[in-house]
């Protein structure tokens, strides 16, 4: 098998910077090395304040790896990948010996440009069983595991828990300037843009909002009152451990983008550590929650910016 390529490395990143980040901050490098690539951590793109120990760096580039995987499996250059979180590398991807990409990947890979964080309010049709366990196990083909909250006792609760991180949050004044530092008006190439944000939140929402706008919501448009909520977590919290949690989310994310959901996720429980323990407990869980998602029928919205391919690559 010969090393991967200049051409699978751009390959490999077109697809990886798709991937989500925190206040898409887009922390990643990727470079080729011996025929290796490699994925690294940006800590100059590292949030200061929300981010102090690097968890949603890793979980960002886990996800971002993931795409990379499918992106080289359909070119038909699949790899074996290394998770390696030590220092700023995060992650190695060997050529492996080549082999046609599977239906499933062929279609994950095809939902890579289709994936994007819809923070409107959805439609209130509940998501079909069949499709609700293909997320199930989703997490679970990545080691990590994806508890859906039914019932108004775990909505309640769950709700009751992000309200109260989101208050912590922003009662912190840098907290809040690094928030609003990404929160863009303009065309900039990383940030979230006004045009992406959620409507303002509204004294009956269940659930927290990042405030990215102002903007209100038009009448008879309320967020759906009973959202299927999903946790996701792995059995430890070792920073391998929240690579392979990233890796997890996507692929949880892109299954759901390949059904024709959308998706949003919520990280204010698991900014704060008194409420990631809280959220823990709640689920009976001796496992470490990671992320959590809101998932439903959407209208269409609009994808976020991503840096230009050159200026992550090394």
Same mark, same amino acid.
């Given at each position: 098998m010969t090393g991967y390529t200049a051409d699978d490395l751009r390959t490999a990143a077109a697809a990886a910077v798709r991937a989500p980040s925190l206040h898409n901050s887009q922390p990643w490098r990727f470079r080729l090395h011996d025929g290796v690539i490699e994925v690294l951590a940006d800590r100059s793109r590292q949030l200061t304040v929300a981010d102090s120990t690097g968890w949603a760096v890793r979980i960002a580039c886990g996800a971002a790896t993931f795409n990379a995987r499918m992106a080289l499996v359909v070119a038909g250059r699949p790899a074996e990948v290394l998770l390696h979180p030590h220092g700023d590398l995060i992650a190695r991807l060997t050529p492996a010996t080549p082999r046609p990409a599977t239906y499933p990947e062929a279609d994950l890979a095809a939902a890579i440009p289709r994936r994007f964080s819809n923070r409107r309010p959805f439609w209130p049709d509940a998501v079909p069983s069949e499709i609700r366990v293909r997320l199930i196990e989703a997490a679970r083909a990545e080691a990590a595991w994806l508890d859906l909250l039914v019932g108004g006792t775990a909505l309640t609760a769950f709700g009751e828990i992000a309200r109260s991180a989101d208050r912590v949050l922003r009662r912190d004044p840098h907290y809040q300037a690094e928030f609003f530092a990404w929160a863009h008006a303009d065309a900039a190439h990383d940030g979230?843009? /006004?045009?992406?944000?959620?409507?303002? /939140?509204?004294?009956? &929402?269940?659930?927290?909002?990042?405030?990215?706008?102002?903007?209100?919501?038009?009448?008879?448009? &309320?967020?759906?009152?009973?959202?299927? *909520?999903?946790? *996701?977590?792995?059995?430890? =919290?070792?920073?391998? &451990?929240?690579?392979?949690?990233?890796?997890?989310?996507?692929? /949880?994310?892109?299954?759901?983008? =390949?059904?024709?959901?959308?998706?949003?996720?919520?990280?204010?429980?698991?900014?704060?550590?008194?409420?990631?323990?809280?959220?823990?407990?709640?689920?009976?869980?001796?496992?470490?929650?990671?992320?959590?998602?809101?998932?439903?029928?959407?209208?269409?919205?609009?994808?976020?910016?991503?840096?230009?391919? =050159?200026? /992550?690559? &090394?």
């Open positions: 979230v843009p /006004v045009t992406a944000g959620a409507p303002a /939140v509204e004294s009956h &929402d269940l659930l927290p909002q990042r405030p990215y706008s102002e903007r209100r919501r038009a009448a008879g448009r &309320d967020f759906e009152p009973e959202p299927l *909520l999903a946790v *996701l977590g792995t059995a430890a =919290d070792r920073p391998v &451990d929240q690579v392979a949690a990233g890796q997890a989310l996507q692929r /949880v994310l892109l299954t759901a983008t =390949d059904a024709g959901l959308a998706t949003s996720m919520i990280s204010q429980p698991i900014e704060v550590p008194a409420a990631r323990e809280q959220l823990r407990r709640s689920l009976g869980r001796t496992g470490i929650p990671q992320i959590a998602l809101r998932i439903g029928f959407g209208q269409a919205g609009r994808v976020t910016p991503r840096r230009p391919l =050159d200026e /992550v690559l &090394d």
